[in-house]
T-cell receptor
Framework: TQLLEQSPQFLSIQEGENLTVYCNSS?????LQWYRQEPGEGPVLLVTVVTGGEVKKLKRLTFQFGDARKDSSLHITAAQPGDTGLYLC???????????????FGKGTKLSVKP | EAQVTQNPRYLITVTGKKLTVTCSQNMNHEYMSWYRQDPGLGLRQIYY???????DKGDVPEGYKVSRKEKRNFPLILESPSPNQTSLYFC???????????FGPGTRLTVT
């Protein structure tokens, strides 16, 4: 069972379009991270959200953590070819006793932005 | 520059020939881990190490070994590689397991 479900799996859009990708779970997370992975490279952290309902902006990227801390979304405004890559969400489970364990990664959304 | 290095970046080998992929970090991180990334399966954790004294299995440890003799290095060892270990491998480090992960550039391994 995949604890973190990302959708869509693939997304191909034209430059200038807006898009939203989702990261959903039935589990509660103490924090959630978003990474971007470009071809031939390792994932690089974009943002960490820790508070339910939190919204963070990174230039044209807007990240939201769900109120119940079970889901998150990434919205890109006016996508550019440089946004092309694999977007991964990763969560730290809120376990009994407060321990957070290892990060759990979703399978990712592969985004292609065509000029 | 803060970084995680892996070597080699590309490796083609034959079934059964032992190999080691090295990983080194210069950020004094306690936590290090290895992942494999396969199409449709995402990133799956192979092994992790909380510090030089503690190493434990991740989700897919079969066929792999690791060693953490010093804080900065965390090599991945395949004693007898098989074709199903053909994959893209990433080493990562962080201050704690649920903090920001710093990934290496990846090692693409092909076992024939």
């Amino acid at each position: 069972t995949q604890l973190l479900e990302q959708s869509p799996q693939f997304l191909s859009i034209q430059e200038g379009e807006n898009l939203t990708v989702y990261c959903n779970s039935s589990s509660v997370f103490s924090s959630l991270q978003w990474y971007r992975q470009e071809p031939g490279e390792g994932p690089v952290l974009l943002v960490t959200v820790v508070t339910g309902g939190e919204v963070k902006k990174l230039k044209r990227l807007t990240f939201q953590f769900g109120d119940a801390r079970k889901d998150s979304s990434l919205h890109i405004t006016a996508a550019q070819p440089g946004d092309t890559g694999l977007y991964l969400c990763a969560g730290a489970l809120l376990n009994y006793g407060g321990s957070q364990g290892n990060l759990i990664f979703g399978k990712g959304t592969k985004l292609s932005v065509k000029p | 520059e803060a970084q995680v290095t892996q070597n080699p970046r590309y490796l083609i080998t034959v079934t059964g020939k032992k190999l080691t992929v090295t990983c080194s970090q210069n950020m004094n991180h306690e936590y290090m881990s290895w992942y494999r990334q396969d199409p449709g399966l995402g990133l799956r954790q192979i092994y992790y190490s909380m510090n030089v004294e503690v190493t434990d299995k991740g989700d897919v440890p079969e066929g792999y070994k690791v060693s953490r003799k010093e804080k900065r290095n965390f090599p991945l060892i395949l004693e007898s590689p098989s074709p199903n270990q053909t994959s893209l491998y990433f080493c990562a480090s962080s201050r704690q397991p649920f903090y920001e992960q710093y990934f290496g550039p990846g090692t693409r391994l092909t076992v024939t």
